[in-house]
Antibody, heavy 118, light 113 residues
Framework: QVQLQESGPGLVKPSETLSLNCTVSGTSISRDYWSWIRQPPGKGLEWIGYIYYRGTSKHNPSLKSRVTISVDTSKNQFSLRLTSVTAADTAIYYC????????????WGQGTLVTVSS | DIVLTQSPDSLAVSLGERATINCKSSQTVLYSSNNKNYLAWYQQKPGQPPKVLIYWASTRESGVPDRFSGSGSGTDFTLTITGLQAEDVAVYYCQQYYSTPRTFGQGTKVEIK
């Protein structure tokens, strides 16, 4: 079955760049949309953005221009970069699939907690 | 952006009773060309990622117990749990996939009374 797994540093300093990877197994990344979603501890869900394997991406305007989502088809992986982080970016970061034509999120990765602190 | 507002924020229901969660959208999520509502419901248990329960507002995901049902159209939607079980204690979110940015309701916490 399709599985997603996030990886990356669990601690990032303020003003630095958060970088995460999501490795996809059980299907090719060369189809569908691939999203990042985050959840501050004890709070709700916020969509960060998605990418299509050909490189088309969209992101949440609330994050302004701090977000970059990229894809590496050779590794069946996609990535998130979030620049100039602050404590407000502390959250569990999830990756998830959004199937074309069936655009709800399924499945999700287990999530990875990223803490922004000096 | 489409704003989804859930009500209530939390509710406590006795085992075997009905739980009803509402989700109101600031804009329609009904796509007129195919008459489908672009709305999903998720269940999130502590320490786990959300899991899709319902999509197209009323279609139950495979493997989801039939005590979960979704209804509504346009801007007003409901998730109903008929006969609450202990394992249904969770936070429930609605989410629209009609447009970007994708947005979620703020969540409704369901507990046992």
């Amino acid at each position: 079955q399709v599985q997603l797994q996030e990886s990356g540093p669990g601690l990032v300093k303020p003003s630095e760049t958060l970088s995460l990877n999501c490795t996809v197994s059980g299907t090719s990344i060369s189809r569908d949309y691939w999203s990042w979603i985050r959840q501050p501890p004890g709070k709700g869900l916020e969509w960060i953005g998605y990418i299509y394997y050909r490189g088309t991406s969209k992101h949440n305007p609330s994050l302004k221009s701090r977000v970059t989502i990229s894809v590496d088809t050779s590794k069946n992986q996609f990535s998130l970069r979030l620049t100039s982080v602050t404590a407000a970016d502390t959250a569990i970061y999830y990756c998830a699939r959004e199937r074309i034509g069936y655009n709800w999120f399924d499945p999700w990765g287990q999530g990875t907690l990223v803490t922004v602190s000096s | 952006d489409i704003v989804l507002t859930q009500s209530p924020d939390s509710l406590a229901v006795s085992l075997g009773e009905r739980a009803t969660i509402n989700c109101k959208s600031s804009q329609t999520v009904l796509y007129s060309s195919n008459n489908k509502n672009y709305l999903a419901w998720y269940q999130q248990k502590p320490g786990q990622p959300p899991k899709v329960l319902i999509y197209w507002a009323s279609t139950r995901e495979s493997g989801v117990p039939d005590r979960f049902s979704g209804s509504g159209s346009g801007t007003d939607f409901t998730l109903t749990i008929t006969g609450l079980q202990a394992e249904d204690v969770a936070v429930y979110y609605c989410q629209q996939y009609y447009s970007t940015p994708r947005t979620f309701g703020q969540g409704t916490k369901v507990e046992i009374k």
